[in-house]
C-alpha cells in the first residue's frame, strides 16, 4: 500500500468556512489524503479563503507567495484556493498567481476528487460553477470518525438579503436551505462520534425554510424543537440571524427549548436610520431594539452579540453616535466590529467613502465602549452557575477548558471530568480572556 498523501488546508474567516474545510478534507480522504498540521509535508495545500474585506481577500495572496520556494523543492506539490475569493476572483487568482493549480469556489466543493486528479495530470482546474445538484449530499463522509464535542452544522446557505456593503449574495450565491431530514441524519452522526454541541450555521440561518418531515417548509424553530429529540444531543446553538426574520417561534424556543443555549448573535451594522437605509438593511434601530426586547422577555439572561460597521459612505459623527447610543442600549456581550471596507461590484462601492482617520476614530471609540461592555458582562457571571462543556484539557495538570452556556471560555482546576462532559460550574473570577470556576457535585 503507498503512503497516504498529506493534505494541508488553511481556513479564513467565518464558522462555514471552519465546517467547509471539515467536509473538503473529508471528501478528499476518500482520495487517500490525511490532513497534516504542517504546510511543508503537504503533498496538496488548500486555503479555504474570505473576501467579506479588502484585508482578508489581500491575505490570500501574501500566504500563497510564501509557497513559492515549496513548490520548488517538490513540483508534485498541488496548491489550491477555494472560498469566496476563489469564487469572487477565480481567474485572476490564476492570473495573479501561476503557483496555483485548482480554484473551487463554494458551491463545487463536492466536485474536488474530480479536480484534484486532473490537477494532479497537470492540468490547471477551475469551478466557480453553480451546480443544481446537492452539495452536501455528495460530499463523502469519512466514516465514523471521532469528533470533538462541539460541531458546525450548515443547514442554510447563501443570502438574498443584499446589503450594499456585502459581497455574501454573490459569493455564495441565492438562500437554499438544506432539507430536515438530511440534516437530522448528520447530527444523528456526529452524536455518535462524539459530538455533544451542534452550532446550526447559515449566512441568513433564521430565514431557514427547509423541507420538513412532513413535506411542508419548516421554520428553525421547528428544525430545533426536531434536533432537541436526539438523545445524546446536549446543547444546540445558530448563526448568523438577520433582525427581520427573527420569528415568534424562533424567540419563544429560547424561552422553553433546554437545549437551545442563551446566545444569540444578531448584527444591526448600525444605529443610525439613515444608514440601515442606505445599506438597504430594511430595518430600523427603533425595530431592532423591539426584536431585543421580545428576545429578553422570552429570555432574561440571554447573552446578545452584534456586528457593526463604522464609516459607511455618508456616515457623519451623528450617525456614529446612533451607533453609539443602540449600543450603550442593547448592552452586548460579545460583539465584532469593522470599518467599513470597498468590495467591487457591490453598491455601496460607487459612493462617496467617509475619511479614512474618521473611520479609524470612530472604530475606536466604538471598540472602547464594547469591550468595557463585553468586560462588564463577563464579570458578572462571577459567583453565578453556569453549564460548561468541556471541550480540551488546559494548560496546566488536572485542569480543563469548556464553554459556558453563554459561550464564555471556563477554566476548571483539579477537574474530575472529561472532554465531553457537561457539568455544573459555579464561577469564581473573571480574567481577561477567560472565566475560572469549580465544579459543583
Ligand atoms: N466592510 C466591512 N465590514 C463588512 N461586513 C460585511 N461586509 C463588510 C464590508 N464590506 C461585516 C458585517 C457582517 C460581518 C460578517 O462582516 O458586519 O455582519
Ligand atoms: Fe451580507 Fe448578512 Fe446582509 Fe446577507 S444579510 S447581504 S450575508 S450582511
Not at 462588564?376 to 480543563?400: A, C, N, T, Y
Not at 469548556?402 to 476548571?412: N, Q, T
Not at 459555579?426 to 470556576?437: D, E, H, T
Request: hydrophobic letters at 35%.
Amino acid at each position: 500500500m503507498s503512503a497516504p498523501k498529506k493534505l494541508f488546508i488553511k481556513t479564513y474567516g467565518c464558522q462555514m468556512n471552519v465546517y467547509d474545510s471539515e467536509r473538503m478534507a473529508e471528501t478528499l480522504g476518500e482520495q487517500g489524503y490525511v490532513e497534516t498540521k504542517s504546510a511543508d509535508d503537504a503533498d496538496m495545500i488548500l486555503l479555504n479563503t474570505c473576501h467579506i474585506r479588502e484585508k482578508a481577500a489581500e491575505k490570500v495572496y501574501s500566504e500563497l507567495g510564501r509557497f513559492k520556494g515549496l513548490k520548488a523543492e517538490k513540483p508534485d506539490l498541488k496548491i489550491g484556493v477555494a472560498g469566496c475569493v476563489a469564487q469572487a476572483e477565480g481567474e485572476e487568482i490564476m492570473r495573479r498567481q501561476p503557483l496555483v493549480d485548482l480554484v473551487v469556489g463554494p458551491q463545487s466543493y463536492h466536485r474536488l476528487p474530480e479536480m484534484e486528479a486532473k490537477a494532479r495530470t497537470g492540468d490547471k482546474v477551475l469551478d466557480t460553477d453553480f451546480p443544481e445538484e446537492d452539495k452536501f449530499e455528495r460530499l463523502k463522509r469519512r466514516p465514523k470518525a471521532k469528533r470533538g464535542p462541539a460541531a458546525f452544522l450548515t443547514v442554510q446557505e447563501g443570502c438574498d438579503k443584499f446589503c450594499a456593503f456585502c459581497v455574501v449574495p454573490y459569493t455564495r450565491g441565492a438562500e437554499v436551505s438544506r432539507p430536515v431530514d438530511r440534516i437530522l441524519s448528520e447530527a444523528r452522526d456526529l452524536v455518535e462520534r462524539g459530538v455533544r454541541e451542534i452550532t446550526l450555521l447559515g449566512q441568513n440561518v433564521n430565514a431557514y425554510h427547509g423541507a420538513g418531515t412532513d413535506g411542508s417548509d419548516w421554520t428553525l424553530a421547528q428544525l430545533i424543537w426536531e434536533l432537541d429529540k436526539i438523545d445524546g444531543l446536549q446543547r444546540i446553538r445558530f448563526t448568523t440571524s438577520h433582525p427581520n426574520d427573527m420569528q415568534d417561534d424562533l424567540i419563544e424556543a429560547h424561552g422553553t427549548c433546554s437545549k437551545l443555549m442563551p446566545y444569540l448573535h444578531l448584527p444591526v451594522q448600525s444605529g443610525s436610520d439613515k444608514i440601515l437605509k442606505r445599506m438597504n438593511r430594511s430595518h430600523t434601530a427603533e425595530s431592532y431594539l423591539r426584536v431585543i426586547e421580545r428576545i429578553r422577555a422570552a429570555r432574561p439572561d440571554i447573552l446578545l452579540s452584534g456586528d457593526f460597521i463604522v464609516g459607511f459612505p455618508e456616515e457623519t459623527e451623528e450617525d456614529f453616535q446612533a451607533t453609539m447610543d443602540l449600543v450603550k442600549e442593547v448592552r452586548y456581550g460579545t460583539a465584532y466590529s469593522f470599518k467599513y471596507s470597498t468590495r467591487p461590484g457591490t453598491p455601496a462601492a460607487e459612493r462617496a467613502q467617509v475619511d479614512p482617520a474618521a473611520a479609524d476614530d470612530r472604530l475606536q471609540r466604538l471598540q472602547a465602549l464594547l469591550t468595557q461592555q463585553q468586560r462588564e458582562i463577563q464579570d458578572s457571571m462571577v459567583g453565578r452557575e453556569v453549564g460548561v462543556l468541556f471541550e480540551k484539557k488546559g494548560r496546566f495538570p488536572g485542569q480543563m477548558v469548556g464553554k459556558s452556556d453563554y459561550l464564555h471560555a471556563v477554566h476548571v482546576s483539579d477537574c474530575t471530568r472529561e472532554i465531553g462532559d457537561l457539568a455544573r460550574v459555579r464561577i469564581v473570577s473573571s480574567g481577561p480572556n477567560s472565566l475560572a470556576g469549580e465544579l459543583i457535585d
